[in-house]
């Protein structure tokens, strides 16, 4: 199951990433908005990231003016690994090396169909493991405290 949400500056791009999950047969939630109203980002970028946290959501994607307010809200939410995609290499790297959880697009930074590719990268490349499962174990001692160097 993926979690999908953006604010008005992200509408355009998740209604074109929810059509292609619709096409592909990939199961969503759409946590909204569904409107161009403007709306408060870190509503549903929480949402997204809190449906990803407590496992209710495999992956997440939200989409807001830039990508970038909703991923520093996503990355504050427990478990939560977010990143900023603008193109295909980071959307394939971010999934093999940092094993993130939820991506995050800008509406005023790409195009729709550039949205629905990074999208499809995300979703379909997995995590490299080896070295990168310490680095990211290393995230998480961060998150958690328990990190010192
Ligand atoms: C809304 O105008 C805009 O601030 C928002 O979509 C996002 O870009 C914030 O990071």
Request: glycine residues 10%; aromatic residues 8%; charged residues 25%.
């Amino acid at each position: 199951m993926i979690a999908i949400g953006c604010d008005h500056g992200g509408l355009e791009i998740k209604n074109a990433i929810v059509e292609y999950l619709k096409k592909a047969e990939i199961e969503y939630i759409d946590f909204g908005t569904y409107t161009e109203d403007s709306v408060d980002y870190p509503i549903y970028a929480y949402k997204v990231a809190n449906a990803v946290s407590k496992g209710e959501c495999e992956k997440g994607i939200i989409c807001c003016g830039t990508g970038i307010g909703v991923a520093i809200v996503a990355n504050k939410v427990k478990g939560v690994r977010a990143a900023t995609v603008t193109n295909e290499f980071c959307a394939e790297m971010t999934r093999r090396h940092n094993d993130t959880n939820v991506v995050t697009m800008g509406g005023r930074v790409i195009d729709a169909d550039t949205a629905v590719r990074l999208a499809e990268i995300f979703l379909s490349t997995p995590f490299d493991g080896d070295r990168h499962t310490r680095r990211v174990d290393m995230i998480t001692q961060i998150e958690n405290g328990e990190f010192s160097c």
